[in-house]
């Protein structure tokens, strides 16, 4: 019968107790790192807005992987993306981490096979990153839905060992994947509010955006005790247009002096598309006089230089008819009523300016009280006259 060395018992004992304790340690990192991963993961999921889920990208992975640096890749070739954001009143300045690019071609030999991971190169990756942050090492994990490659996320770390070619890249892929499904979610659901709010033809908001502003302009001049004015533009002789062009060719001119009226207002004021060939600016804090001014502005800019359009030979002539009204803030008002008193008057002046022999500018100067003056000119405000029927 054998004996066993008790000794060698207790040492072999060891070795297993000592293995244990290192298999549950890391066993629990793994369980943590698990955590932290979800946690992040659902964040993303939970963003509501599209520059929420920019600034979780980048901000707030920088901040939980403790990263030198994080930046994401878009293409972004139309401006789409850069539209949405504005059009959630979001700055672009606001995002310095986030790169739109026309292509992403470039990136797409070194992340064909996945994540790309390996030292900082200068030459390749210095236009990723930004410039004063010093790194070591980095890790491109590419943005795919449906096999196309739209965009990457850069993980950049000053430290040589924090990404290295021959570690495992599956986590960096998952990340990739909820990166990407994420971002093509927040971009539909932002078309989708767009599209409520917003004309497709020529990209300014629809009526119904118009509506919720007025109200929310008339609040905001009643309580800065300030004014409100109003433009009602039309575009003049638009069926004929129409009929000697094309329904094609009329779209293109709407859109043409969308592009030319937007280039002359301020991003606070807000421009509609009426209906038809009728567009509405709301001008906050502006007063009559001003806001005639700007009428006659874009007056000019419209009738000055014909619109090339495929159908015509020649650049055709167009010009617009304006009708400008002004709010001043009372003491006891109807919001609703003001608001369709206040369009309702912009058009009169705007019938005001067709009946004067179109291409001008029409101020209807309705006080409370009830007596309707409509001034038109076709030059500065100040020179005025009364049109008859006013």
């Known amino acids: 019968m054998g004996f066993r060395d008790v000794r060698h018992d207790d040492s072999e004992s060891a ?27 659902m964040a993303l999921l939970d963003a509501a807005t599209l520059g929420d889920l920019l600034e979780r990208l980048t901000d707030d992975l920088r901040a939980s992987y403790r990263l030198a640096a994080v930046t994401l890749t878009l293409a972004d070739p139309e401006h789409e993306i850069r539209h949405l954001l504005l059009g959630q009143d979001r700055r672009l300045a606001d995002y310095p981490d986030v790169l739109f690019v026309d292509s992403v071609q470039g990136l797409a030999p070194r992340l064909a096979a996945g994540p790309s991971l390996g030292p900082f190169s200068a ?39 924090r990404f290295t070619a021959d570690q495992a890249t599956d986590f960096l892929r998952h990340l990739g994947v909820i990166a990407a499904f994420c971002l093509e979610n927040t971009v539909n659901r932002a078309r989708l509010l767009r599209s409520g709010l917003t004309d497709i033809l020529t990209g300014w ?59 002359a207002v301020r991003g ?65 008002e109807d919001l609703k009523l003001v608001g369709e008193r206040l369009l309702a008057r912009a058009d009169a002046a705007l019938y005001a300016a067709k009946a004067g022999g179109r291409n001008r500018v029409a101020y209807d100067a309705t006080h409370a009280e009830g007596v309707r003056p409509i001034m038109s000119s076709r030059r500065a405000p100040s020179r005025r006259r009364t049109l008859p029927g006013g």
């Not at 409100?228 to 001119?253: P, Q, T, W």
């Open 15 to 41: 070795v297993l107790r000592r293995r244990l304790a290192e298999l549950t340690r890391e066993a629990r990192k793994n369980e943590d790192a698990w955590q932290r991963a979800h946690r992040r993961e």
């Open 123 to 161: 030459c390749e990756h210095a236009v990723l990153f930004p410039a004063n942050v010093p790194l070591r090492s980095v890790a491109l994990v590419p943005l795919r839905r449906e096999n196309r490659l739209f965009g990457s996320l850069n993980l950049g770390s000053d430290r040589g060992d």
């Open 205 to 263: 908001h629809n009526r119904r955006y118009l509506e919720s502003r007025l109200r929310e302009e008339i609040v905001r001049c009643r309580r800065d005790r300030g004014t409100l004015a109003c433009l009602m533009i039309d575009v003049d002789h638009f069926k004929s247009i129409n009929d000697r062009y094309g329904h094609l060719a009329g779209d293109e001119v709407l859109r043409r002096v969308a592009q030319r009226v937007e280039a």
């Open 268 to 332: 606070s004021d807000v421009t509609a598309r009426y209906g038809g060939e009728e567009f509405v600016i709301l001008l906050p804090g502006t007063d009559a006089e001003a806001a005639e001014l700007l009428a006659e502005r874009i007056r000019r800019a419209v009738a000055e230089h014909g619109f090339e359009i495929a159908a015509a030979t020649d650049p055709v002539p167009v010009t617009v008819s304006i009708g400008v009204a002004e709010h001043r803030a009372g003491d006891i």
